[in-house]
C-alpha cells in the first residue's frame, strides 16, 4: 500500500529536549516536505526536499533542521524545542512523473506538545 | 511572495445543497498549479482537486468542480449536492511551476453538511 508514515503520532515533552519525528514513503517520490498546523493559520511548510542531500527552507524554517539522506526518509529535528513548537505537524511527499504530479501524499500527522 | 487568502474561516449547507468556498492568491507568476485540500476530522488531509494555470477549462471532479479566475486570482471551489460525508476543513493551496517543491496554503474554511 502506497503511503506516507509518521513517527510518532503523539508527542510531550519538555523545553530543550531534543527530538526527532521521522516520516518515510515508499512511493519512490522526489520531493517530500513538512508542514505545521495551526489554527487561523492553515498549514505551514517548514522544510522541502527536492531529492537526496537536495534541501530547502520553507515559510517557518526556524527551529528545524531537517536532512534527506535516502530518497524515502525525510526527519524532522527540533534540537532545543519550546512552546511555540506545539503544533499538528504533517509530512508529505509528491512527484513530478506520473498522472498527477505534484499532488503531496500526506501522512497521518504528529501532534507535539512542548511544555 | 505569493499568498493564499481563505477569507470564509467557517460555512455551512445543508444536506443536497451547493455551496461555494472562495480563495484568492496573489502572484506575479504566470505558470502554476492550484490545489483544494480536503481535511476531515480523523486529520487525513486528501487531494479534491487540482487546476493547472495554462489550462482555460475549469477542472471537475464528481460533485466537486472550480471556478478558475486567473485575471481575477480566483479559485472557488463549488460542493454540489452536499453530503454529510463532506464535512471537513477545505485548504486551498498554490504551487509555482517554477518551484515546485514549495507549496502554500491558505488558513483553511471549515465546512460543515447540516442534515
Known amino acids: 500500500e502506497a503511503q506516507v508514515t509518521q513517527n510518532p503520532r503523539y508527542l510531550i515533552t519538555v523545553t530543550g529536549k531534543k527530538l526527532t519525528v521521522t516520516c518515510s514513503q515508499n512511493?519512490?517520490?522526489?520531493?517530500m516536505s513538512w508542514y505545521r498546523q495551526d489554527p487561523g493559520l492553515g498549514l505551514r511548510q517548514i522544510y522541502y526536499s527536492m531529492n537526496v542531500e537536495v534541501t530547502d527552507k520553507g515559510d517557518v524554517p526556524e527551529g528545524y533542521k531537517v536532512s534527506r539522506k535516502e530518497k524515502r526518509n525525510f526527519p524532522l529535528i527540533l534540537e532545543s524545542p519550546s512552546p511555540n513548537q506545539t503544533s499538528l505537524y504533517f509530512c508529505a511527499s509528491s512527484d513530478s512523473a506520473g498522472l498527477r504530479p505534484y499532488e503531496q501524499y500526506f501522512g497521518p500527522g504528529t501532534r507535539l506538545t512542548v511544555t | 511572495a505569493q499568498t493564499v487568502t481563505q477569507s470564509q474561516p467557517e460555512m455551512s449547507v445543508q444536506e443536497a445543497e451547493t455551496v461555494t468556498l472562495s480563495c484568492t492568491y496573489d502572484t506575479s507568476e504566470n505558470n502554476y498549479y492550484l490545489f483544494w485540500y480536503k481535511q476531515p476530522p480523523s486529520r487525513q488531509m486528501i487531494l479534491v482537486i487540482r487546476q493547472e494555470a495554462y489550462k482555460q477549462q475549469n477542472a471537475t471532479e464528481n460533485r466537486f468542480s472550480v471556478n478558475f479566475q486567473k485575471a481575477a486570482k480566483s479559485f472557488s471551489l463549488k460542493i454540489s449536492d452536499s453530503q454529510l460525508g463532506d464535512t471537513a476543513m477545505y485548504f486551498c493551496a498554490f504551487m509555482n511551476f517554477f518551484n515546485t517543491g514549495k507549496l502554500i496554503f491558505g488558513q483553511g474554511t471549515t465546512l460543515q453538511v447540516k442534515p
Open positions: 512511493m519512490n517520490h522526489e520531493y
